[in-house]
C-alpha cells in the first residue's frame, strides 16, 4: 500500500540515510519535506534537505519549506561533533584529485514561502487520512502547527516521533535524548496534544548500527552519485562511532522511517509518556508510566511507544533499499 509522508528533520547524517530510505521506498511518496533546527542550524538543515531531494527524490521533488530556527524556549543546542559543521560529515569540503569540489553547491528544489508549521498543516489539510508525519527532529515545527490549529494536525493517521529515552539513559544528558533535550517544551505539548504518536526511543534505536562491512557489502563497490554520497557522508560517522567505542553509525532516523513504512518491525506498547521541562538535570527527561493498573485507573496512554525491535529485518530492509537505489 503506498503511503504519503511528511518528514521534518534536521539533517543530520542519520536524517540524510533517512531520507535516502523514503526516496527509495516504493510503498511510499515523500509529499513534503519540512526542516527544523537541530542537529544543525536551521539554514544548513534546508541546505541540506534541498541537496538530498535534488540527488534522490524520484521524479519531483517534494516540497520543502524552511521551519523553526530555534526552540520554543531557550537557545538552540545543536549536534556539529557528531555530523559535522555542514550536518553531512563536511562533505563540502571534499575535493577531487584535480582540485574540484566534489560536492559543489548547485541549484537547488525551490522553497516554499509559507513557514514548515505552515506546510505541515496544508499538507495535513490536503491529505488527512492519508497522511503520515514523521518528525526525526526536535518537535518544534509540529508544535507551533498545534498553536495555530490544533484540529488540522489531528486529521493525519499517525506521527511517528523519533526521540526519548524510556528504559535506557540518555544521549546527551543522563537522563534525555537529544531531539527531546534541544526541545522539551515542544515535545510536551505535542505528546499532549491527543495525537496518533509513535515513538521510537533510543530504547530500540540503539539496537540498530550500520557498520562499514555491512554498508560496503550492500553496495559491491559502486560509485554512482547516491552510492559515492552514501560512502562519503557516512565517513565522518565511522570516525565518530569508533572514537566512542561504537559498533557504528546508530540508525536512529532511517528506523523511524522504516517504523512509518512497517509497523511490525517494532513492538509498540500504549503508555502514558511526559516529559520534564524545569528539572536541573532532568530537563528534557520521557517519563513513561509502566506501572500495572487496572483499566480506567490513572493516567490513560498519549502514545504508543517502541520498546522492541527486529533489529535484522530493519537492516535488510534498508540496505536491500537504499543500495539497491543506487545501482
Not at 514561502?113 to 495535513?124: N, P, V, Y
Not at 498553536?147 to 493525519?156: N, S, Y
Amino acid at each position: 500500500m503506498s503511503r504519503a509522508l511528511l518528514i521534518d528533520t534536521d539533517p543530520g547524517i542519520d536524517d540524510a540515510l533517512a531520507l535516502l530510505l523514503a526516496f527509495a521506498s516504493p510503498d511510499c511518496e515523500v509529499a513534503a519535506l519540512t526542516t527544523v533546527a537541530g542537529n544543525v542550524p536551521i539554514e544548513a538543515a534546508t541546505a541540506n534537505a534541498q541537496r538530498l531531494a535534488a540527488l534522490a527524490a524520484p521524479g519531483r521533488p517534494p516540497r520543502i519549506a524552511r521551519g523553526a530556527a530555534g526552540p520554543l524556549v531557550g537557545r538552540l543546542i545543536t549536534a556539529a561533533d557528531v555530523h559535522g559543521e555542514d550536518g553531512l560529515g563536511d562533505i563540502g569540503r571534499l575535493r577531487e584529485p584535480d582540485g574540484r569540489l566534489r560536492y559543489p553547491v548547485a541549484d537547488p528544489p525551490p522553497l516554499e514561502m509559507q513557514d514548515g508549521a505552515g506546510l505541515i498543516l496544508e499538507t495535513a489539510a490536503r491529505l488527512g487520512p492519508d497522511l503520515t508525519v514523521v518528525a526525526l527532529g526536535p518537535l518544534t515545527n509540529l508544535a507551533l502547527a498545534l498553536r495555530r490549529d490544533p484540529a488540522g494536525l489531528a486529521r493525519v493517521a499517525r506521527v511517528v516521533v523519533m526521540g526519548g529515552a524510556v528504559g535506557v539513559p540518555g544521549n546527551v544528558t543522563a537522563a534525555a535524548e537529544f531531539n527531546i533535550h534541544v526541545d522539551p517544551e515542544a515535545a510536551a505539548e505535542v505528546l499532549a496534544a491527543g495525537l496518533p504518536v509513535e515513538l521510537v526511543p533510543l530504547d530500540v534505536t540503539r539496537r540498530c548500527c550500520l557498520t562499514r562491512a555491512a554498508l560496503a557489502r550492500a553496495l559491491g563497490g559502486r560509485r554512482d552519485p547516491v552510492a559515492a554520497f552514501l560512502t562519503d557522508v557516512t565517513a565522518h560517522g565511522f570516525a565518530y562511532a569508533d572514537a566512542g567505542g561504537g559498533a557504528g553509525i546508530v540508525m536512529h532516523d532511517p528506523l523511524a522511517v522504516a517504523v512509518a513504512l512497517d509497523p511490525t518491525l517494532v513492538r509498540l506498547d500504549a503508555l502514558r509518556v511526559d516529559v520534564e521541562t524545569r528539572g536541573e538535570h532532568t530537563r528534557g527527561l520521557t517519563l513513561a508510566d509502566r506501572r500495572p493498573r487496572a483499566p480506567g485507573r490513572g493516567p490513560a496512554p498519549n502514545c504508543r511507544v517502541a520498546l522492541d525491535v527486529d533489529a535484522a529485518r530493519f537492516e535488510a530492509l534498508f540496505l536491500e533499499r537504499v543500495c539497491r537505489a543506487s545501482a
